[in-house]
């Protein structure tokens, strides 16, 4: 059983730059998380996707989206990249909503 | 709407001492509440869940409905348990999922 992988491990964008980011989730959960971890503060809620549909959102604009392969691996896409956007995204999976989520190692963006 | 709070950003104890990580939540529903821990240079991980009501490591944690809280305790604390701790909710019934707190940084001395 392998675990949650993203890629890249960290990069670095400038402002207006667009940026796509990959999550491999753990074998046999077909759910997915995205979070933005700011320096110093807890995970937020980007949005979830479940079966390849968006199954939830946090408030997040509609320049962050994102998707899921059949396979449940996802990506989260950010457009017009904001310096306030400089961040550790973690991806999570788990079995159904709400059941124990299983944390990558994140990636680390850095946008100047 | 949904929030955790964790007022201590920093808890140090000294080791055998007890340690007591505090969190408070707003949720008008059922709430299912978790806490997770990051060692250093490791990923965040699931530490214990208030429906399975088990004790990991020695820690526990009882959701107190009533002053919306879920505390985390321990007896006697280890210096292998400085880590960050997050107190988190799952806020399904919302269109959300989990609710995270800020995360208090327990530092276990010597």
């Known amino acids: 059983e392998t675990g949650v992988t993203q890629s890249p491990t960290h990069l670095i964008k400038t402002r207006g730059q667009q940026v796509t980011l990959r999550c491999s989730s753990q074998?046999?959960?077909?759910?997915v998380s995205w979070y933005q971890q700011a320096l110093g503060q807890g995970p937020q809620f980007i949005f979830q996707y479940y079966r390849e549909e968006e199954n939830g959102r946090g408030n997040f604009p509609p320049r962050f989206s994102g998707l899921q392969f059949p396979n449940y691996s996802s990506e989260l896409n950010v457009n017009a990249l904001e310096l306030d956007d400089s961040a550790l995204y973690l991806c999570?999976?788990?079995?159904?909503?709400?059941?124990?989520?299983?944390f990558g190692p994140g990636t680390r963006l850095t946008v100047l | 709407a949904q929030r955790v709070t964790q007022p201590e950003k920093l808890l140090s104890v000294f080791k055998g001492a007890p340690v007591e990580l505090k969190c408070n939540y707003s949720?008008?529903?059922?709430?299912?509440l978790f806490w997770y821990v990051q060692y250093s240079r490791q990923r965040l991980q699931l530490l214990l869940r208030?429906?399975s009501r088990e004790s990991i490591k020695g820690f526990t944690a009882d959701l107190n409905k009533g002053e919306t809280s879920f505390h985390l305790k321990k007896p006697f604390a280890q210096e292998e348990d400085s880590a960050m701790y997050y107190c988190a909710l799952s806020a399904i019934n919302y269109g959300q999922n989990f609710v995270f707190g800020p995360g208090t940084r327990l530092s276990v001395l010597p």
């Open positions: 074998s046999g959960h077909n759910t």
């Open positions: 208030h429906i």
């Open positions: 999570a999976s788990s079995l159904v909503e709400g059941n124990e989520q299983f």
């Open positions: 949720y008008s529903g059922s709430p299912e």
